[in-house]
């Protein structure tokens, strides 16, 4: 079946420093890949939408100069959170959707939990 | 507007049946999932159904969908303690760019 690889699964750096992380579909293109925020015990929280090849779609409230999005391939997006505060921590989780595989064709990435100290 | 609902916490005695709960306000949506997250995983899709479905059942899971009433519901029959996790009910709009809405999720413990 479809395997989203996120990348990395955990990371901790420092207050001001910036943090990269990789969603790659592993055995399919995607030409759309979803990135969502989720703090404990809560529900995720979808932050924008990731385009091949054009600018991401970003949800009210998400700073998108803060968290920047890349899809420069149909397999890689990427998501990095710029000038990182203790309060970007959270868990975050990139979706990609299959479009062969039709409308249950999402298959989400295991996450990766950021901690900002 | 987009809003999806659930409670948030569901315990059950082992090998009982447990429902899970879940409504949804947009009537554009077309196709609503049930996820399972482990603690410190992601998402895994359990089962899905279309909006012109009434259910669906998938060996322990069944899903039954009231349009008119926006409700959605998992019933997961002999509930084992593999189970315990949290259960989300999400739907696709495809007026928002098949963009997925996640529910708050429901914590299923199993009790002994």
């Known amino acids: 079946g479809a395997v989203v690889s996120q990348h990395p699964s955990w990371v901790i750096c420092k207050s001001g420093t910036s943090v990269k992380i990789e969603c790659r579909s592993l055995d399919f293109q995607a030409t759309t890949m979803f990135w969502y925020r989720q703090f404990p015990k809560q529900s995720l929280m979808l932050m924008a939408t990731?385009?091949?090849?054009?600018?991401?779609?970003?949800e009210q409230g998400v700073e998108k100069d803060k968290f920047l999005i890349n899809h420069a391939s149909l397999t890689l997006s990427t998501l990095t959170v710029t000038s990182a505060h203790p309060e970007d921590s959270s868990f975050y989780i990139c979706s990609a959707r299959d479009q062969a595989a039709g409308n249950y064709g999402y298959t989400f990435g295991s996450g990766t939990r950021l901690t900002v100290v | 507007g987009e809003d999806v609902e659930q409670s948030l916490f569901l315990s059950v005695r082992e090998g009982d049946s447990s429902v899970i709960n879940c409504t949804y306000t947009d009537s554009s949506s077309t196709y609503l999932y049930w996820y399972k997250q482990e603690p410190g995983a992601g998402l895994q899709l359990l089962t899905y159904?279309?909006?012109?479905?009434d259910m669906k059942q998938d060996q322990r899971l069944t899903v039954l969908l009231n349009k008119k009433d926006k409700h959605l519901s998992l019933r997961i029959a002999d509930t084992q303690t593999g189970d315990s996790a949290i259960y989300f009910c999400?739907?696709?709009?495809?007026?928002?760019?098949?963009?997925?809405?996640f529910g708050s999720g429901t914590r299923l413990s199993i009790r002994p």
């Open positions: 999400a739907e696709t709009i495809y007026s928002s760019a098949s963009k997925i809405i």
């Open positions: 159904i279309f909006s012109n479905m």
């Open positions: 990731s385009n091949e090849g054009s600018k991401a779609t970003y």
